[in-house]
């Protein structure tokens, strides 16, 4: 079982509406989860990070956690053709010290 | 102004070959990490420094070397190049081990190896 996992899609929204993408991870000992957006070719970069249960906005993003059911998601909203990306889910596990990724899930947003 | 940058971009080579990847970053971070993202894009942890100290070491060939010559340069070595070390290298910092409470990583602009 991946520590991380991720749906690779593409998952394909109209511009405009809501993307969500999910994320779940095995190990209970994860403390801090991590979304990060990576366009073809180029290096990820981090979009949001969530430590706690709930929800964390940040403009058109919001992070869900629910430790519990070890589930993490992304809700883009009012998507553009500019977030088409892969989305990278992290998880940090204190006790390795390291950050794990999952595989990542391909964004496109249709005109 | 490049926060994390590396060299060379592109690296192409024969089997059999040792080539070097460096990375700087001038964040002032005390951590700094190699990450190989292979060609279905998954990226995995390779080494990990802090403040020059190997805290991370996965299981990796140890073909593969990392050397920090101080906490802001961490290089990675690797000899004998295989087929299957073709990859993505991205070379990644941040201000405390990974994963505290506002720690971020930030990823440099990655090396593309090809082996022949």
């Known amino acids: 079982q991946k520590e991380v996992e991720q749906n690779s899609g593409p998952l394909s929204v109209p511009e405009g509406a809501i993307a969500s993408l999910n994320c779940t991870y095995s190990?209970?000992?994860?403390?801090?989860f991590f979304w990060y957006r990576q366009y073809s070719g180029k290096s990820p970069e981090l979009i949001m990070s969530?430590?706690?249960?709930g929800d964390k906005e940040d403009g058109r993003f919001t992070a869900q956690l629910n430790k519990a059911s070890q589930y993490v998601s992304l809700l883009i909203r009012d998507s553009q053709p500019s977030d088409s990306a892969t989305y990278l889910c992290?998880?940090?596990?204190?006790?390795?010290?390291?950050?794990?990724f999952g595989t990542g899930t391909r964004l496109q947003v249709t005109l | 102004d490049t926060a994390v940058s590396q060299t060379p971009k592109y690296l192409v080579t024969q089997m059999g070959n040792d080539k070097s990847i460096k990375c700087e970053q001038n964040l002032g971070h005390d951590t700094m990490y190699w990450y190989k993202q292979d060609s279905k894009k998954f990226l995995k942890i390779m080494f990990s420094y802090n403040n020059k100290e190997l805290i991370i070491n996965e299981t990796v060939p140890n073909r593969f070397s990392p050397k920090s010559p101080d906490k802001a340069h961490l290089n990675l070595h690797i000899n004998s190049l295989e087929l299957g070390d073709s990859a993505v290298y991205f070379c990644?910092?941040?201000?405390?081990?990974?994963?505290?409470?506002?720690?971020?990583?930030?990823f440099g602009p990655g090396t593309r190896l090809t082996v022949l």
């Open positions: 969530i430590y706690s249960n």
């Open positions: 992290a998880a940090y596990t204190g006790t390795a010290s390291k950050l794990t």
């Open positions: 990644a910092s941040s201000q405390i081990a990974s994963g505290a409470s506002t720690d971020t990583q930030y």
């Open positions: 190990d209970r000992g994860s403390q801090s």
